[in-house]
T-cell receptor, first 115, second 112 residues
Framework: GAGVSQSPRYKVAKRGQDVALRCDPISGHVSLFWYQQALGQGPEFLTYFQNEAQLDKSGLPSDRFFAERPEGSVSTLKIQRTQQEDSAVYLC?????????????FGPGTRLTVL | KQEVTQIPAALSVPEGENLVLNCSFTDSAIYNLQWFRQDPGKGLTSLLLIQSSQREQTSGRLNASLDKSSGRSTLYIAASQPGDSATYLCAAQGGADYKLSFGAGTTVTVRA
């Protein structure tokens, strides 16, 4: 595919359930980012990967959030024991350079609703 | 921590009018400043990226300026069209890292 893809596009979870959100970056892109976007707000940084290495996870809200990119391509964001405050759109972005300091290409996002 | 503010939060103009969107940031030590467009239910589309050493960037009807010393960037959209209706977000990329710090966006409606 030509762009960043994310699945599922929509996820409804009951409070306390675990969820897994998938991101397929643009082929060959080294850097991968996860952002969380609350309604009416701009995206907030969650975590950053350079290939398979998670270089920064300072934006993850709690230890219930976990991200991985084991082979340096597809990434999964996992949220354990979901809470209502986790409801948001989760955006994935990738960029070509190892520095991550070039144009970031965003996927369509996964809208998570926790009931 | 970098704080990015966009004013106004919403803007409605008649077709053909020029648009001026403002973005301000608190930490001038940025690497670049990026403008994105977001359509409802969609991800972000990159519009323009201005390196910290540049003063402006242009793409078609879009022009973005950057004044690092005053912590401001402005996106100009000439001769607006209904298809320009969307939310426009600016984001500052830190001088010391790669994180994008976003504003909350300006939602633009262009009336036919």
């Amino acid at each position: 595919g030509a762009g960043v893809s994310q699945s599922p596009r929509y996820k409804v979870a009951k409070r306390g359930q675990d969820v897994a959100l998938r991101c397929d970056p643009i082929s060959g892109h080294v850097s991968l980012f996860w952002y969380q976007q609350a309604l009416g707000q701009g995206p907030e940084f969650l975590t950053y990967f350079q290939n398979e290495a998670q270089l920064d996870k300072s934006g993850l809200p709690s230890d219930r959030f976990f991200a991985e990119r084991p082979e340096g391509s597809v990434s999964t964001l996992k949220i354990q024991r979901t809470q209502q405050e986790d409801s948001a759109v989760y955006l994935c972005a990738s960029s070509f350079r190892t520095s991550g300091r070039d144009t970031q290409y965003f996927g369509p996002g996964t809208r998570l609703t926790v009931l | 921590k970098q704080e990015v503010t966009q004013i106004p939060a919403a803007l409605s103009v008649p077709e053909g009018e020029n648009l001026v969107l403002n973005c301000s940031f608190t930490d001038s030590a940025i690497y670049n400043l990026q403008w994105f467009r977001q359509d409802p239910g969609k991800g972000l589309t990159s519009l323009l990226l201005i390196q910290s050493s540049q003063r402006e960037q242009t793409s078609g009807r879009l022009n973005a300026s950057l004044d690092k010393s005053s912590g401001r960037s402005t996106l100009y959209i000439a001769a607006s069209q209904p298809g320009d209706s969307a939310t426009y977000l600016c984001a500052a990329q830190g001088g010391a890292d790669y994180k994008l710090s976003f504003g909350a966006g300006t939602t633009v409606t262009v009336r036919a």
